[in-house]
């Protein structure tokens, strides 16, 4: 099986930035549930705002990775979209 160099590079990507996708949803669920130790946003302590502003900047960077590895699959494994027509 020969693959292309940008396929070679592509999978092993995809499934780098899936770990890092997982690792950071992880990440945001620790740190909301920090932020509502201290109170939440609503109680106005700095701590809590603090840990639920790095809570869903970890959510964000999360689905960005999650978008990194779907492209990154969809060149490394050629996926693609199969339409179906019902008869």
């Known amino acids: ?11 092993p990507v995809a499934v780098v930035a899936l770990l ?3 690792a950071d949803v992880f990440r945001w669920g620790n740190r909301w ?3 509502t130790m201290f109170g939440g ?7 809590a705002v603090e840990r639920l ?15 990194v590895a779907v492209v990154a699959a969809t060149v490394g494994w050629r996926l693609r979209v199969v339409a179906t027509v019902s008869p």
């Open 53 to 67: 502003v790095g809570a869903y900047t970890a959510l964000l960077t999360g689905l960005v990775w999650l978008a």
């Open 20 to 22: 890092l996708a997982v």
């Open 41 to 47: 946003a609503a109680s106005g302590d700095p701590l």
């Open 1 to 11: 099986m020969d693959l292309s160099p940008v396929r070679r590079v592509a999978r």
């Open 33 to 35: 549930y920090v932020s």
